[in-house]
């Protein structure tokens, strides 16, 4: 089945996704769905400095 014009680019949204939680807590989540409850706020901390 052939994909729509807006669909093809729906794939690498997960990733993004999982690439900005990652850049901001330090935790990389690897299992979906991506929650808020799978973080450990412990180690989290909030955004990092010197990071946008």
């Known amino acids: ?19 900005a939680l990652y850049r901001a807590s330090d935790q990389r989540m690897r299992k979906l769905p991506l929650t808020v409850d799978k973080l450990d706020w412990g180690k989290a901390g909030g955004l990092r400095e010197g990071r946008g």
């Not at 089945?1 to 996704?17: K, L, S």
């Open 1 to 19: 089945m052939p994909f729509g014009t807006g669909e093809a680019a729906q794939g690498p949204v997960g990733a993004a996704i999982a690439n």
